[in-house]
């Protein structure tokens, strides 16, 4: 009876980290891995973040400015310990394009020659663009299925129709994609489905009293539910300057203050409690420093909702 005794904390000492992991993964829905976290100049760092189940390598690219020089930093940081040839051909299954903006898709086109055949979702607005501007043989190859002739035929295009939720091919994950206002241009938020979890990214956007629009009203009301619920994971959302920057050169982005009022709104139709805590990844943040410095005292100091900020780093996993 006594050699039991001493024999049960033992046990539990060893079995313990056991317990703690299967709690962790039992608790984590997402592995997603920036690429590149800024808005801006730094053309080595740029929107675009890898997404997959936890416990899975079949990623979705979500935008993609920035793809070789990220998937070298998350392999130095081991996020990956695979090549990153690899993770770029075999791990990446699709790219989900928030809007045609250089700083959103640039990756792509640069590194189409040594990528694999697979699928470009997006809205049909962005798809013609990339169509008619980019995949063209004046001013790069047509590595797509359509468009200018020879057609390589590399890449699928896949429009997304607002709102309504789509299988990704080759992966586990569902998303339903909904239009954003981006001052000149239509933009688009990607929420991903894993196994009823869920995980909302949004490409560039300016507030509904800016853009004069209601498109950011409408994503609120959809993704209330599952904010009420716990099933959403985390937002990715862009805040690109600090409050000084006046409200007519916003050019369809954010502030600190901005991204509360929009926070509010959401609250509105979830309750402020059902805040509290809630992942919010900031992203699309605009050099230099000094701006980056400042959005991020903003941002704090505005935090009356204790909203769970993020920063994300280049090359660094994180797990929801």
């Known amino acids: 009876m006594n050699f039991k005794r001493k024999l049960l904390p033992l046990l539990y000492i060893l079995l313990f980290p056991v317990i703690v992991s299967a709690q962790t993964s039992k608790g984590t829905a997402f592995k997603l891995v920036p690429l590149g976290v800024l808005g801006g ?11 997959a189940p936890a416990g899975s390598n079949s990623y979705i690219c979500l935008d993609a400015g920035t793809l070789h020089y990220g998937i070298e930093k998350a392999v130095a940081n081991k996020s990956f310990n695979v090549a990153a040839s ?24 640069i590194n189409s020659p040594e990528d694999s055949t697979k699928n470009i979702y997006a809205l049909n ?3 013609e663009t990339i169509k008619t501007h980019y995949f063209t043989w004046k001013s790069w190859a047509n590595f797509a299925d359509q468009g200018e002739t020879p057609a390589l035929k590399k890449y699928h295009y896949k ?19 909904f239009p954003l206002s981006h001052s000149n241009l239509t933009s688009t938020a990607f929420l991903v489905n894993s196994n009823d979890n869920y995980l909302l990214y949004l490409g560039d956007t300016g507030p509904d009293e800016i853009e004069k629009s209601s498109n950011m009203q409408n994503l609120w009301q959809a993704i209330a539910p599952l904010v009420k619920n716990k099933k959403l994971k ?13 409200d007519k050169t916003l050019f369809g982005h954010l502030t600190p203050k ?4 929009e926070m509010n709104k959401l609250a509105s ?4 409690d059902a805040l509290k ?12 420093v000094t701006s980056i410095s400042k959005i991020k005292v903003q941002l704090k100091e505005a935090n009356k909702l204790q909203l769970n900020l993020i920063y994300p780093q280049q090359g660094k996993a994180l797990n929801f």
């Not at 939720?165 to 339903?176: F, G, Y």
């Not at 805590?277 to 230099?288: A, E, Q, R, S």
Request: include cysteine; hydrophobic fraction near 40%; charge should be negative.
């Open 234 to 246: 985390a937002i990715l959302i862009e805040v690109s300057f600090p409050n000084e920057q006046p």
């Open 277 to 288: 805590g809630l992942n919010i990844v900031v992203t699309h943040l605009k050099p230099p």
């Open 269 to 272: 139709f979830t309750g402020t």
């Open 86 to 109: 690899t993770v770029m051909r075999q791990y990446i299954k699709g790219y989900f394009i928030s809007h045609s903006h250089l700083d959103h898709i640039a990756g792509l086109i």
């Open 159 to 177: 429009v997304l129709e607002p709102g309504a939720e789509t299988d990704i091919e080759n992966t586990e994950l569902k998303v339903k994609a």
């Open 41 to 51: 100049i730094d053309e080595s760092n740029l929107s675009a973040y890898m997404l």
């Open 258 to 261: 901005w991204l509360m009022d």
């Open 125 to 127: 607005d962005c798809i």
